[in-house]
């Protein structure tokens, strides 16, 4: 069965870094775009960027951009999301999901219906 496994969360001080992973299982990820996506306590789920089959197109929310970097390696199964000059307002659970393309559609990359699996989800806690 599809299986997307998620490590990496924890708890840094702002401006620290911090990269999640997302273990993918029971489908070819050549053949797939992978999103990630944050949730804030009491704030509907929301997409941080997009990454499309072979790895070499990102799309990227506007808070994400110029400090979140995804990446993949489709012979390991796994995508990452590094994350760098954290800030408190980046605090949230944050989930992978498969798409259903192998691209990141400019127009909906960043809506959760656009995706059919998804991780558990990691806390990523940014506080002094």
């Known amino acids: 069965q599809v299986q997307l496994v998620q490590s990496g969360g924890g708890l840094v001080q702002p401006g620290e870094s911090l990269t999640l992973s997302c273990t993918t299982s029971?489908?070819?990820?050549?053949?797939?775009?992978i999103g990630w996506f944050r949730q804030a306590p009491g704030k509907e789920r929301e997409g941080v960027g997009c990454?499309?089959?072979?790895?070499?197109?990102?799309s990227y929310v506007e808070s994400a951009k110029g400090r979140f970097t995804i990446s993949r390696d489709n012979a390991k199964n796994t995508v990452y999301l590094q994350m760098n000059n954290l800030k408190p307002e980046d605090t949230a659970v944050y989930y992978c999901?498969?798409?259903?393309?192998?691209?990141?559609?400019?127009?909906?990359?960043?809506?959760?219906?656009?995706?059919?699996?998804w991780g558990q989800g990691a806390q990523v806690t940014v506080s002094s």
């Open positions: 990454i499309n089959n072979s790895g070499g197109r990102t």
């Open positions: 999901a498969k798409g259903t393309e192998t691209y990141c559609s400019v127009s909906y990359y960043h809506e959760p219906w656009a995706y059919d699996y």
């Open positions: 029971g489908f070819s990820l050549d053949y797939y775009a």
